[in-house]
């Protein structure tokens, strides 16, 4: 993401020590991302003075520097060769003080010692990124963690946060995918955390319109109207895959409901799962964007934008029902459905399952992408493993591999 920074304010505060904070401000539609970033960093060795620059401007000896876009500093040392400098920075969106806090805390079991905090942070991370089942499993006590945070954002702010930047609700991402990974936790065995709680927040995101947050931001689902309305997002209301986005978190808040001997919840979650049903076509095979009549989209095409697809298309959004994916085969017909998907994973190997530069509409599969990750995976459901087997071995081989940029 672009950042463009205003207003950094840095102040030398001793011989090994500089403060001070950047308000930043993301590019693009993403007017959410303000916020104030501040931090404190110390160094192991006293250093002789402090520089910097303001744009083409270059300063020496200074105490403090402020300015507006490219602004920063460099540390001055008197050294010999082999001596090595160690840098510390702790940061807060809260204030100055708090990063001084955090660095201490984070700091503290470590010292200066580099190679045992580089041993510590990697062991913490090794879990990251969507691994979420797998935390579940091996780290439940992670899973508690990150659900609590969530229903603690909840709890501040009176909805659960999908992709929270800064302090703010960003609504980065479409629907309410952080519910089927709370879902997920409890299906578990992990229940550390309000369980109630957490079923009154998913049902507050799928029941209530989208809406800007007076914190700054964007939360819920912003087609959630048109969607209970109609059954589906018309492409006159928004975008048409947001239907299916939508009906699988409605599944998901089903199963807790389930869990939670909510039959009534149980039974209105249930029925929404399957709106899916209103944007597919038997007559094409696929996901087909409709109209607030019901007309479906005139002249329509499965390699096109066209339709509201967000980041895909229909072929590739008509795969997005993980929810029923025996209903999908059942409605395509299972000889369409594989004969289909083996075609697009075919062509796309060609590209190497990626979207070339992004042009996602220009492709079946995009394995770079959310809506198409499972696709290869589908053959299982339809009878046919050895598809799945064959397509998954050709996607590692050729998507993935362990060089700097692939790995």
Request: charged letters at 25%.
């Amino acid at each position: 993401m672009h950042l463009k920074t205003e207003e950094p304010k840095i102040c030398k505060v001793g011989d090994t020590q500089i403060e001070g904070y950047s308000k930043q401000q993301s590019g693009g539609d993403a007017s959410y991302q303000q916020f104030t970033l501040h931090f404190v960093t110390r160094t192991n060795k006293p250093f002789k003075s402090m520089g910097g620059w303001v744009n083409d401007k270059i300063m020496h000896d200074i105490r403090e520097i402020t300015g507006k876009d490219d602004v920063g500093v460099f540390l001055d040392f008197t050294t010999e060769d082999g001596r090595v400098i160690q840098l510390q920075t702790g940061v807060s969106l809260v204030s100055i003080e708090q990063a001084r806090l955090n660095l201490e805390t984070e700091m503290k079991p470590f010292g200066w010692d580099f190679d045992a905090c580089r041993a510590h942070a990697r062991k913490v991370w090794n879990t990251f990124w969507n691994l979420n089942q797998l935390w579940n499993l091996i780290t439940p006590d992670v899973s508690a963690k990150w659900v609590r945070s969530l229903l603690e954002i909840y709890d501040k702010g009176g909805w659960l946060a999908k992709g929270p930047t800064g302090i703010e609700y960003s609504s980065i991402m479409v629907a309410s995918h952080e519910i089927p990974f709370i879902v997920a936790a409890y299906q578990h065995g992990i229940r550390r955390f309000d369980v109630d709680k957490a079923f009154q927040a998913m049902v507050h995101c799928q029941t209530t319109p989208g809406q800007s947050h007076p914190g700054g931001g964007h939360v819920g689902n912003m087609h959630l109207t048109a969607y209970l309305k109609h059954g589906y997002v018309p492409i006159d209301r928004g975008y048409a895959s947001n239907t299916l986005e939508y009906a699988y978190d409605d599944w998901c808040v089903a199963q807790l409901a389930k869990a939670l001997n909510r039959k009534d919840r149980y039974q209105e979650f249930s029925k929404r799962s399957e709106y899916w049903r209103n944007l597919f076509d038997n007559e094409v095979g696929f996901m087909r964007a409709r109209h607030a009549d019901g007309r479906w989209l005139e002249n329509s095409d499965p390699y096109s934008k066209k339709g509201g697809w967000i980041e895909g298309n229909s072929w590739q959004y008509t795969w997005f029902v993980p929810q029923n994916v025996h209903g999908l085969i059942e409605a395509m017909g299972r000889e369409r459905f594989i004969q289909r998907l083996n075609e697009g994973l075919a062509k796309s190997e060609k590209t190497n399952f990626n979207a070339t530069d992004d042009q996602w509409v220009l492709y079946p599969i995009n394995h770079g992408n959310q809506p198409s990750m499972q696709v290869a995976y589908l053959f299982n459901y339809a009878g046919a493993p050895w598809l799945t087997q064959k397509w998954t071995r050709a996607i590692m081989d050729k998507y993935y591999g362990d060089d700097p940029i692939d790995g």
